[in-house]
C-alpha cells in the first residue's frame, strides 16, 4: 500500500500569512493526488484534482503542485474561514489513502 | 445536484455485523462514470478507504478489510450498501459513502453516520 505523510501535523498562522503543507508518498503517484479541507464537525470537502487543479468555487488562495511522490498545498493568504484540517489522498493505485492530516489554526 | 445520504445503525455490539446504506438523489447510480465507495473515520484521524462498487457490480476493497467486507450495489433503488462483519471497537468511526469519478478525488460525500461498536 502507498503511505501518505503530511507535515507538519499542525500550525498556527496569521491572518494574511501564507501556509505551506507538504504531502509526501512512499511510491510515485504521478499526479493522481487530491487535497480536502475539513471544517470542525463537517463533512471533507474536495479542494484540488490532479495535484494543481482547483475544485470549482474553490478560492483562487488555495493552489497545489506537485508530481511524483512530493506535493503541497498553498494557501496564499490565510483567512479566518480556512480554520479546518487539510488532507491529502492518492487515488493512482488501491487501496486509496489519505494523509494524517494537517490541522490549520490562526 | 447529486446528494448522497448513508442510513444504518448508530450502535452495534461487538462480533456483530455492520449493514449501511448509501441513497443517491439527483442522479443515476448507474452513470457509467462514476464509482461509490466508503470512507470510514476514526474521531482525531484520517479518513480510511473501505472499498468500491462500479454500476457493474464490480468492487474492490482495502485489503486491511477485505475479508469482513462486503459492498453491493442496487441499481434499481440507486442505492450501494456497506457489510462489515465482526465488528469491534476499532471499529468505531464516523462512515461516509462518496462519489468519485476516474481521474478526480472524491467530489461528493453523504454527511456521514458516526457508528459506536459497544456492548
Known amino acids: 500500500d502507498i503511505q501518505m505523510t503530511q507535515s507538519p501535523s499542525s500550525l498556527s498562522a496569521s491572518v494574511g500569512d501564507r501556509v505551506t503543507i507538504t504531502c509526501r508518498a512512499t511510491?510515485?503517484?504521478?499526479?493522481?493526488l487530491a487535497w480536502y479541507q475539513q471544517k470542525p464537525g463537517r463533512v471533507p470537502k474536495l479542494l484540488i484534482n490532479?495535484?494543481?487543479t482547483l475544485q470549482s468555487g474553490v478560492p483562487s488562495r488555495f493552489s497545489g503542485s506537485g508530481s511524483g511522490t512530493d506535493f503541497t498545498l498553498t494557501i496564499s493568504s490565510l483567512q479566518p474561514e480556512d480554520v479546518a484540517i487539510y488532507f491529502c489522498q492518492e487515488y493512482d493505485i488501491a487501496p486509496l489513502t489519505f494523509g494524517g492530516g494537517t490541522k490549520v489554526e490562526i | 445536484q447529486v446528494r448522497l445520504q448513508e442510513s444504518g445503525p448508530g450502535l452495534v455490539k461487538p462480533s456483530q455485523t455492520l449493514s449501511l446504506t448509501c441513497t443517491v438523489s439527483g442522479g443515476s447510480i448507474s452513470s457509467g462514470s462514476y464509482h461509490w465507495s466508503w470512507i470510514r473515520q476514526p474521531a482525531g484521524k484520517g479518513p480510511e478507504w473501505i472499498g468500491r462498487?462500479?454500476?457493474?457490480?464490480?468492487?474492490n476493497y482495502n485489503p486491511s478489510l477485505k475479508t469482513r467486507v462486503t459492498i453491493s450495489i442496487d441499481t434499481s433503488k440507486n442505492q450501494f450498501s456497506l457489510k462489515l462483519t465482526s465488528m469491534t471497537a476499532a471499529d468505531t468511526a464516523v462512515y461516509y459513502c462518496?462519489?468519485?469519478?476516474?481521474?478526480?478525488?472524491?467530489?461528493?460525500w453523504g454527511q456521514g453516520t458516526m457508528v459506536t461498536v459497544s456492548s
Open positions: 490532479a495535484a494543481s
Open positions: 462518496a462519489r468519485r469519478a476516474a481521474g478526480f478525488g472524491f467530489d461528493i
Open positions: 511510491q510515485g503517484v504521478s499526479n493522481y
Open positions: 462498487v462500479y454500476s457493474s457490480g464490480s468492487t
